[in-house]
T-cell receptor, first 111, second 116 residues
Framework: KNEVEQSPQNLTAQEGEFITINCSYS?????LHWLQQHPGGGIVSLFM???GKKKHGRLIATINIQEKHSSLHITASHPRDSAVYIC?????????????FGKGTKLSVKP | DAGITQSPRHKVTETGTPVTLRCHQT?????MYWYRQDPGHGLRLIHY???????DKGEVSDGYSVSRSKTEDFLLTLESATSSQTSVYFC???????????????FGPGTRLTVL
């Protein structure tokens, strides 16, 4: 079983829709990251969370440590949001280099 | 955005040949990482560095070596490339390690390596 599971694997939405991407993990963590990989391949960090909620523009990330679950929400989705969204966790006791990554959720927003 | 570049961006090589990929960052970040990305897998850590000449293995380090002689450069070497090493390789850097309270990683554009 993968330590970090994302759902759905693929998601198609119409422009303007509210989108939710989920991340569940099986290890104890001290932080969780959300990243975005553009169609051209570039990867950027969106959020790092250890509790509660963070908001940046139309993106909202939440985490429930007790339930080992995080969600990434996109409000008023736009075709430029089309990308792969990746969840990664920092586990307790891991080395300074070790994030565990999910396989990603591919989002396509149609105009 | 951190200035982090990778070279080459694309490479095709033959089985058994040595290959070196270069990562260069201009942010004076202490930590640097090499990942590979393959279909059906998340990003997987190959090696990372926590300072000049200080490196450690990641989860998929077999067949790879690294060197860091300067803060800004982190080299990944495939001593004898195999077809299983066909992948997209990403370099990243961060000011602090993953245990720090804030450790955003900045990624390079990736190198697509094909081993025939």
């Amino acid at each position: 079983k993968n330590e970090v599971e994302q759902s759905p694997q693929n998601l198609t939405a119409q422009e303007g829709e509210f989108i939710t991407i989920n991340c569940s993990y099986s290890v104890g963590i001290s932080a969780l990251h959300w990243l975005q990989q553009h169609p051209g391949g570039g990867i950027v960090s969106l959020f790092m969370l250890s509790s509660g909620k963070k908001k940046h523009g139309r993106l909202i990330a939440t985490i429930n440590i007790q339930e080992k679950h995080s969600s990434l929400h996109i409000t008023a989705s736009h075709p430029r949001d089309s990308a792969v969204y990746i969840c990664a966790v920092r586990s307790y006791g891991g080395s300074q280099g070790n994030l565990i990554f999910g396989k990603g959720t591919k989002l396509s927003v149609k105009p | 955005d951190a200035g982090i570049t990778q070279s080459p961006r694309h490479k095709v090589t033959e089985t058994g040949t040595p290959v070196t990929l270069r990562c260069h960052q201009t942010e004076n970040h202490r930590y640097m990482y090499w990942y590979r990305q393959d279909p059906g897998h998340g990003l997987r850590l190959i090696h990372y560095s926590y300072g000049v000449k200080d490196t450690d293995k990641g989860e998929v380090s077999d067949g790879y070596s690294v060197s860091r002689s300067k803060t800004e450069d982190f080299l990944l070497t495939l001593e004898s490339a195999t077809s299983s090493q066909t992948s997209v390789y990403f370099c990243a850097s961060s000011l602090a390690g993953v245990r720090a309270s804030y450790n955003e990683q900045f990624f390079g554009p990736g190198t697509r390596l094909t081993v025939l």
